[in-house]
Protein backbone atom coordinates (compact mmCIF):
# COMPACT_ATOMS: atom_id res chain seq x y z
CA UNK A 1 0.00 0.00 0.00
CA UNK A 2 1.16 3.32 -0.60
CA UNK A 3 2.44 5.60 1.69
CA UNK A 4 0.84 9.21 2.36
CA UNK A 5 4.08 10.56 2.14
CA UNK A 6 4.88 8.98 -1.18
CA UNK A 7 1.42 10.68 -2.33
CA UNK A 8 2.39 13.87 -0.89
CA UNK A 9 5.52 13.69 -3.27
CA UNK A 10 3.85 12.73 -6.43
CA UNK A 11 1.28 15.41 -5.68
CA UNK A 12 4.49 17.99 -5.01
CA UNK A 13 5.97 17.45 -8.27
CA UNK A 14 3.05 17.26 -10.33
CA UNK A 15 2.08 20.78 -9.03
CA UNK A 16 5.88 22.25 -9.29
CA UNK A 17 6.35 20.46 -12.56
CA UNK A 18 9.95 19.37 -11.33
CA UNK A 19 11.64 17.03 -8.96
CA UNK A 20 13.89 20.14 -7.50
CA UNK A 21 10.93 22.48 -6.95
CA UNK A 22 8.96 19.82 -5.38
CA UNK A 23 12.07 18.41 -3.01
CA UNK A 24 12.58 21.89 -1.84
CA UNK A 25 8.36 22.75 -1.15
CA UNK A 26 8.61 19.75 0.83
CA UNK A 27 11.93 20.38 2.49
CA UNK A 28 13.57 16.84 0.98
CA UNK A 29 16.61 15.99 -0.72
CA UNK A 30 16.18 15.24 -4.37
CA UNK A 31 17.03 11.06 -4.15
CA UNK A 32 15.06 11.05 -1.08
CA UNK A 33 11.47 12.66 -2.81
CA UNK A 34 13.09 10.39 -6.47
CA UNK A 35 12.93 7.32 -3.60
CA UNK A 36 9.21 7.97 -2.98
CA UNK A 37 8.00 8.00 -6.30
CA UNK A 38 10.06 4.89 -7.56
CA UNK A 39 8.54 2.93 -4.41
CA UNK A 40 4.93 4.38 -5.25
CA UNK A 41 5.64 3.15 -9.08
CA UNK A 42 6.84 -0.31 -7.67
CA UNK A 43 4.10 -0.41 -5.63
CA UNK A 44 1.30 0.12 -9.11
CA UNK A 45 3.33 -1.35 -11.42
CA UNK A 46 3.74 1.02 -13.38
CA UNK A 47 5.54 4.78 -14.16
CA UNK A 48 3.40 7.83 -12.69
CA UNK A 49 5.84 10.62 -13.91
CA UNK A 50 8.23 10.69 -17.21
CA UNK A 51 11.30 13.05 -16.98
CA UNK A 52 11.10 15.79 -19.27
CA UNK A 53 14.45 17.72 -20.56
CA UNK A 54 12.75 20.37 -18.16
CA UNK A 55 10.50 18.92 -15.87
CA UNK A 56 8.05 16.42 -15.34
CA UNK A 57 4.61 15.78 -15.81
CA UNK A 58 2.38 12.77 -15.29
CA UNK A 59 2.11 9.61 -17.19
CA UNK A 60 -1.31 8.79 -17.97
CA UNK A 61 -1.09 6.16 -14.45
CA UNK A 62 -0.25 9.13 -12.67
CA UNK A 63 -3.48 11.19 -14.09
CA UNK A 64 -5.07 8.30 -13.40
CA UNK A 65 -4.40 8.28 -9.95
CA UNK A 66 -4.03 12.31 -9.27
CA UNK A 67 -7.74 12.83 -8.17
CA UNK A 68 -7.19 9.99 -5.57
CA UNK A 69 -3.86 10.97 -3.88
CA UNK A 70 -5.56 14.52 -3.53
CA UNK A 71 -8.54 13.19 -2.10
CA UNK A 72 -6.58 10.50 0.39
CA UNK A 73 -3.87 13.66 1.53
CA UNK A 74 -7.12 15.88 2.40
CA UNK A 75 -8.38 12.91 4.49
CA UNK A 76 -5.44 12.97 6.19
CA UNK A 77 -5.15 16.66 6.50
CA UNK A 78 -9.17 16.33 8.09
CA UNK A 79 -7.86 13.55 10.57
CA UNK A 80 -5.16 15.43 11.90
CA UNK A 81 -7.21 18.57 12.06
CA UNK A 82 -9.72 17.06 13.62
CA UNK A 83 -7.54 15.40 16.29
CA UNK A 84 -5.68 18.68 17.31
CA UNK A 85 -9.08 20.53 17.80
CA UNK A 86 -9.98 17.43 20.22
CA UNK A 87 -6.92 17.82 21.40
CA UNK A 88 -7.65 21.42 22.10
CA UNK A 89 -11.29 20.74 23.50
CA UNK A 90 -12.86 22.36 20.17
CA UNK A 91 -15.52 20.20 18.37
CA UNK A 92 -15.40 16.38 18.19
CA UNK A 93 -18.64 14.48 19.93
CA UNK A 94 -19.84 14.20 23.31
CA UNK A 95 -21.13 10.99 24.47
CA UNK A 96 -22.90 11.84 28.25
CA UNK A 97 -25.33 10.22 29.96
CA UNK A 98 -27.45 11.60 32.71
CA UNK A 99 -30.39 10.56 35.40
CA UNK A 100 -33.22 11.04 33.29
CA UNK A 101 -34.96 13.13 36.48
CA UNK A 102 -31.66 15.40 36.01
CA UNK A 103 -31.15 16.24 32.32
CA UNK A 104 -33.31 19.45 31.67
CA UNK A 105 -32.09 20.88 35.38
CA UNK A 106 -28.57 19.75 35.81
CA UNK A 107 -27.22 18.79 32.23
CA UNK A 108 -29.19 21.26 29.81
CA UNK A 109 -27.95 24.95 30.91
CA UNK A 110 -24.42 23.88 30.60
CA UNK A 111 -25.06 22.27 27.69
CA UNK A 112 -26.82 25.02 25.91
CA UNK A 113 -24.00 27.06 26.44
CA UNK A 114 -21.32 24.60 24.69
CA UNK A 115 -23.78 24.37 22.12
CA UNK A 116 -24.12 27.89 21.48
CA UNK A 117 -20.14 28.17 20.89
CA UNK A 118 -20.25 25.57 18.85
CA UNK A 119 -17.79 23.15 20.95
CA UNK A 120 -19.42 20.26 20.78
CA UNK A 121 -21.47 20.05 16.58
CA UNK A 122 -22.42 16.24 17.72
CA UNK A 123 -23.41 15.39 21.48
CA UNK A 124 -24.86 11.46 22.05
CA UNK A 125 -27.35 11.96 25.17
CA UNK A 126 -28.64 8.91 27.16
CA UNK A 127 -30.24 8.85 29.90
CA UNK A 128 -31.03 5.79 32.96
CA UNK A 129 -33.04 5.69 35.77
CA UNK A 130 -30.36 5.20 38.31
CA UNK A 131 -26.81 5.62 39.29
CA UNK A 132 -25.64 1.90 39.18
CA UNK A 133 -26.74 2.27 35.34
CA UNK A 134 -25.10 5.39 34.58
CA UNK A 135 -21.91 3.77 36.04
CA UNK A 136 -22.26 0.74 33.70
CA UNK A 137 -23.11 2.96 30.54
CA UNK A 138 -19.66 4.38 31.39
CA UNK A 139 -18.04 1.37 32.36
CA UNK A 140 -19.25 -0.10 29.16
CA UNK A 141 -18.02 2.76 26.58
CA UNK A 142 -21.06 4.00 25.44
CA UNK A 143 -20.37 7.57 27.25
CA UNK A 144 -17.54 9.18 28.28
CA UNK A 145 -19.33 11.04 30.90
CA UNK A 146 -22.06 10.57 32.79
CA UNK A 147 -24.33 12.94 35.44
CA UNK A 148 -26.26 11.51 38.64
CA UNK A 149 -26.02 10.22 42.31
CA UNK A 150 -23.16 8.43 43.57
CA UNK A 151 -23.43 5.06 42.58
CA UNK A 152 -22.57 2.36 44.81
CA UNK A 153 -19.38 0.80 42.89
CA UNK A 154 -17.55 2.87 40.42
CA UNK A 155 -13.58 2.43 40.76
CA UNK A 156 -13.13 5.15 38.07
CA UNK A 157 -12.45 8.97 38.18
CA UNK A 158 -15.41 11.07 39.98
CA UNK A 159 -15.67 14.73 40.55
CA UNK A 160 -18.26 16.14 42.56
CA UNK A 161 -21.12 19.05 41.10
CA UNK A 162 -23.14 19.16 44.54
CA UNK A 163 -25.80 17.90 46.88
CA UNK A 164 -29.36 17.65 46.22
CA UNK A 165 -31.89 17.72 48.96
CA UNK A 166 -34.87 15.79 49.35
CA UNK A 167 -38.09 16.88 50.06
CA UNK A 168 -42.10 15.76 50.54
CA UNK A 169 -44.69 17.49 48.49
CA UNK A 170 -48.53 17.27 50.16
CA UNK A 171 -52.17 18.14 48.12
CA UNK A 172 -52.72 21.57 49.80
CA UNK A 173 -55.26 19.99 51.79
CA UNK A 174 -53.65 17.06 53.06
CA UNK A 175 -53.82 16.30 57.40
CA UNK A 176 -50.27 16.72 57.12
CA UNK A 177 -50.03 19.85 55.75
CA UNK A 178 -49.70 22.08 58.62
CA UNK A 179 -46.59 20.36 59.89
CA UNK A 180 -43.07 22.41 59.45
CA UNK A 181 -41.31 19.07 58.92
CA UNK A 182 -42.13 15.60 58.39
CA UNK A 183 -40.09 12.27 59.55
CA UNK A 184 -40.53 9.19 58.08
CA UNK A 185 -42.71 7.87 60.74
CA UNK A 186 -45.16 10.48 59.82
CA UNK A 187 -45.51 9.02 56.69
CA UNK A 188 -46.40 5.39 57.51
CA UNK A 189 -49.61 4.20 56.48
CA UNK A 190 -50.19 7.56 54.26
CA UNK A 191 -50.35 7.26 50.57
CA UNK A 192 -47.11 7.62 48.15
CA UNK A 193 -46.64 8.66 45.37
CA UNK A 194 -43.32 6.45 44.68
CA UNK A 195 -41.40 5.62 41.52
CA UNK A 196 -40.47 2.50 39.53
CA UNK A 197 -38.91 -0.56 40.78
CA UNK A 198 -35.75 -0.12 38.76
CA UNK A 199 -35.42 3.54 39.51
CA UNK A 200 -32.66 4.87 41.89
CA UNK A 201 -34.71 6.60 43.81
CA UNK A 202 -37.29 3.84 44.66
CA UNK A 203 -34.64 1.67 46.44
CA UNK A 204 -32.81 4.39 48.45
CA UNK A 205 -35.84 5.71 49.75
CA UNK A 206 -37.25 1.94 50.86
CA UNK A 207 -33.96 1.41 52.67
CA UNK A 208 -33.95 5.30 54.17
CA UNK A 209 -37.68 4.32 55.26
CA UNK A 210 -36.75 0.80 56.83
CA UNK A 211 -33.78 2.51 58.65
CA UNK A 212 -36.23 4.53 60.69
CA UNK A 213 -38.60 1.58 61.08
CA UNK A 214 -40.97 2.97 58.64
CA UNK A 215 -42.23 1.74 55.34
CA UNK A 216 -43.23 4.03 52.27
CA UNK A 217 -47.18 2.53 51.09
CA UNK A 218 -47.00 3.45 47.58
CA UNK A 219 -50.18 4.11 46.00
CA UNK A 220 -49.11 4.57 42.52
CA UNK A 221 -45.34 4.48 40.59
CA UNK A 222 -43.79 6.79 37.93
CA UNK A 223 -40.69 6.80 36.45
CA UNK A 224 -40.05 10.79 36.72
CA UNK A 225 -39.46 13.10 39.80
CA UNK A 226 -40.84 16.02 37.91
CA UNK A 227 -44.37 13.66 37.88
CA UNK A 228 -44.34 12.99 40.77
CA UNK A 229 -44.13 16.09 42.28
CA UNK A 230 -47.01 17.21 40.15
CA UNK A 231 -49.16 13.61 41.02
CA UNK A 232 -48.78 14.52 44.97
CA UNK A 233 -50.08 18.20 44.11
CA UNK A 234 -53.33 16.59 42.17
CA UNK A 235 -54.10 14.86 45.10
CA UNK A 236 -52.94 11.08 44.77
CA UNK A 237 -50.45 11.54 47.64
CA UNK A 238 -47.06 12.35 49.26
CA UNK A 239 -44.17 12.42 46.99
CA UNK A 240 -40.37 12.37 48.28
CA UNK A 241 -38.79 14.65 45.80
CA UNK A 242 -35.06 15.88 45.12
CA UNK A 243 -35.16 19.71 44.64
CA UNK A 244 -33.87 19.55 41.09
CA UNK A 245 -36.76 17.91 39.80
CA UNK A 246 -39.24 20.64 41.07
CA UNK A 247 -38.72 23.04 38.42
CA UNK A 248 -41.36 26.37 37.27
CA UNK A 249 -44.17 26.86 39.55
CA UNK A 250 -43.48 25.62 43.32
CA UNK A 251 -45.70 23.78 45.08
CA UNK A 252 -48.36 25.25 47.51
CA UNK A 253 -47.07 22.81 49.86
CA UNK A 254 -43.46 21.85 50.43
CA UNK A 255 -41.80 20.34 53.64
CA UNK A 256 -38.10 19.13 54.56
CA UNK A 257 -37.84 16.08 56.39
CA UNK A 258 -36.32 15.41 59.85
CA UNK A 259 -34.08 14.50 59.82
CA UNK A 260 -32.78 15.90 56.64
CA UNK A 261 -31.52 13.72 53.55
CA UNK A 262 -30.04 14.46 51.06
CA UNK A 263 -27.26 13.00 48.25
CA UNK A 264 -24.38 14.04 46.46
CA UNK A 265 -24.68 14.68 42.41
CA UNK A 266 -21.68 13.46 40.80
CA UNK A 267 -19.98 13.65 37.63
CA UNK A 268 -18.58 9.44 36.50
CA UNK A 269 -15.19 10.59 34.01
CA UNK A 270 -14.80 7.75 31.91
CA UNK A 271 -11.92 9.17 29.98
CA UNK A 272 -10.38 12.03 31.85
CA UNK A 273 -7.39 12.56 29.48
CA UNK A 274 -9.29 13.78 26.90
CA UNK A 275 -9.54 17.62 26.58
CA UNK A 276 -12.89 18.09 25.85
CA UNK A 277 -14.42 15.75 27.92
CA UNK A 278 -12.61 17.05 31.08
CA UNK A 279 -13.80 20.50 30.18
CA UNK A 280 -17.35 19.55 30.10
CA UNK A 281 -16.96 18.06 33.56
CA UNK A 282 -15.14 21.02 34.77
CA UNK A 283 -18.20 23.36 33.72
CA UNK A 284 -20.77 21.31 35.35
CA UNK A 285 -18.70 21.40 38.35
CA UNK A 286 -17.90 24.79 38.15
CA UNK A 287 -21.80 25.67 37.59
CA UNK A 288 -22.88 23.20 40.53
CA UNK A 289 -26.08 22.15 41.74
CA UNK A 290 -28.86 24.36 40.46
CA UNK A 291 -30.79 26.54 43.02
CA UNK A 292 -34.41 27.31 42.98
CA UNK A 293 -34.84 30.34 44.66
CA UNK A 294 -38.53 30.51 45.30
CA UNK A 295 -38.41 26.39 46.67
CA UNK A 296 -34.99 27.55 49.40
CA UNK A 297 -37.49 30.79 50.05
CA UNK A 298 -40.26 29.02 51.02
CA UNK A 299 -38.15 25.98 53.13
CA UNK A 300 -36.41 28.57 54.97
Given at each position: ???????????????????????AVLHMSQPALSHQLAALEREIGAPVVERLPRGVRATGIGRVIEADARAALAAADRVVGGGRAAARGEGGQLRLACAESLTASLLAPVLRTWLRHK?????????????DDLAHIVESGRADLAFGPRPDRWAGQVA????????????????????????????????????????????????????HDSTLDAVMRTRNATTAAQLAVAGLGIALVPTTAITGAVPSVVKRLRPSLSRDLVCLIGTPSDAAISRFAADMVARGVPVNATLAARLG
Open positions: MPTLRALECLIAVLDAGSITDAARAPEVILTEAASALIGTEEIVAVLPADHVLSQRKQLSFGDLRDQPVVHYHRDHGLAGWLDAEAAR
